[in-house]
């Protein structure tokens, strides 16, 4: 449901409330139209559904979210939300409040968390937060390496095929990715550039990336396909999370980059779903219900493989075809399904 | 018992963090052997019963598995998938999981005796 504001100007700023509480979005809503005639557009939404359907529909720069809603609650939406659309802001409005959804919704990428009864005491405060959020510089988008990884926005602006840098800063180093056209064409961490550059780029744990405007590099040092990229990073940083960390000093030269494969995959399907089986994100998967269900049959064998062989929780599950690789990872929050090609099967 | 079939059980057991092994044969059958205290047999055969059911649900899904790798927290389940249902595991400690001895064992599964 949208109302638009009778002589809004052109900046008005269009918000998307989502809660299962009628009465509450209505006096919410009556009261953002009331304070600051033609500062908002609001939308609102009583679940996911209709939320997802009208991000589609308009440009949203705020989403106010419930935290307890039915299907899909409001830390599952955020979690949907940061993948999908990670420029948009997300404030959480709750009367459910804990320290510990508090912190988990921040963590997750939450801009600002608050309990509604701090409404009841004054819708002042809570709308100047709100302005301050939504007025967030919108030429680019910053975000922390923990909430949204770099391989998901890579990816993202790949498969959009954008151009744009990409500025990721860590304790450990910073560097640039330079994406033309949904193509990885250049990286720079210190003095390393090209594929290494990138690989150390995607080794990173922790830090912040800011999402700029394409501007061309000095030089085009990277050509192979975006999808084999990033499957030999994940390749690489899995082996290197097995190997004991580097004993060169914290201000010494950069480690050297990774030895390059002889052959690349191409990655054929990922599908992504929460735990509940909700699809997340999903490309070039015919049966996407059929993957779904795998993914849950192949959690639950885990499970019980887990319990009969006393071991603890269970992270991967890889399985190598005849020219396949398929990868399925088994997190707390969510399930991934990547099936790749495998030409240079034969090593093991 | 095939001769064969125990002479890998044996090999297995016998190479350094092998926590348990086990094989399921054509005819529905399983061999088993535990090398860790607290871990008993029967737990790993319902555990290769479990991998049966796994391979044979990817099965299904058109996922015909040569090999499988489970990575739990701290240890790691890797098998090797015949036809027939045939199926050879092995529970192995995070430092084993890719040692040479064990890629060679897995190289030798007598697939086709099983």
């Known amino acids: ?348 | 018992m095939n001769e064969t079939i125990q002479s890998w059980i044996d090999r297995a057991a016998a190479q350094p963090g092998v926590m348990a092994c086990g094989v399921r044969l054509a005819d529905r059958t399983f061999t088993v052997k535990s090398c860790r205290d607290g871990l008993t047999e029967p737990q790993v055969t319902q555990a290769m019963r479990e991998l049966s059911e796994a391979a044979y649900a990817l099965q299904q899904n058109h996922i015909a598995a040569d090999r499988l790798r489970w990575t739990f927290e701290n240890s790691q389940l890797r098998c090797v998938v015949g036809a027939g249902g045939v199926i050879g595991a092995l529970l192995l400690s995070p430092e084993a999981a890719d040692s040479p001895g064990i890629d060679q064992l897995f190289s030798e599964f007598p697939l086709a005796v099983a």
């Open chain 1, 1 to 348: 449901m949208t109302e638009p504001i009778p002589g809004k100007p052109a900046r008005a700023r269009q918000i998307l409330l989502v809660d299962d509480d009628n009465d509450f979005i209505v006096m919410f809503k009556e009261f953002l139209l009331r304070h600051r005639p033609g500062a908002w557009v609001v939308h609102t939404a009583d679940h996911y559904a209709p939320a997802l359907a009208c991000l589609k529909e308009h440009s949203i720069d705020l989403v106010v979210l419930d935290l307890k809603m039915p299907i899909m609650d409001g830390q599952q939406l955020l979690m949907l939300l940061k993948r999908t659309h990670p420029e948009l802001q997300v404030v959480m409005l709750t009367s459910c409040a804990t320290p510990e959804s508090r912190s988990l919704c921040l963590q997750n990428g939450a801009a600002l968390f608050f309990d509604k009864t701090e409404v009841a005491d004054g819708l002042e405060k809570i709308y100047a937060a709100l302005e301050s959020v939504a007025s967030a510089p919108t030429d680019g988008f910053r975000g922390l390496l923990r909430q949204v990884g770099l391989p998901e926005v890579l990816q993202m602006e790949c498969l959009g095929r954008k151009s744009s840098v990409l500025e990721i800063t860590s304790p450990t180093g910073s560097g640039r990715l330079y994406i033309h056209d949904g193509s990885i064409i250049h990286a720079e961490i210190g003095l390393l550039q090209g594929e290494g550059a990138l690989f150390q780029l995607l080794s990173l744990n922790g830090g912040e990336f800011m999402l700029r405007p394409f501007v061309r590099p000095s030089r085009h040092t990277i050509d192979g396909h975006w999808e084999s990229l990033l499957m030999e990073a994940m390749r690489l940083r899995d082996e290197a999370s097995a190997q004991p960390p580097p004993s060169a000093p914290a201000d010494g030269p950069l480690p050297p980059a990774p030895s390059l494969p002889s052959a690349s995959r191409h990655i054929q399907e990922i599908v992504l779903c929460s735990q509940a089986g909700e699809l997340l994100y999903e490309w070039q998967t015919a049966g996407v219900g059929h993957r779904i269900h795998l993914l849950a049959a192949i959690s639950k064998y885990s499970v019980s493989l887990a319990q009969s062989l006393a071991l603890t929780r269970v992270d991967r599950l890889e399985i190598e075809t005849a020219n396949e690789r398929v990868l399925i990872l088994l997190q707390s929050d969510r399930r991934v399904f990547v099936r790749s090609s495998q030409p240079d099967k034969g090593a093991r």
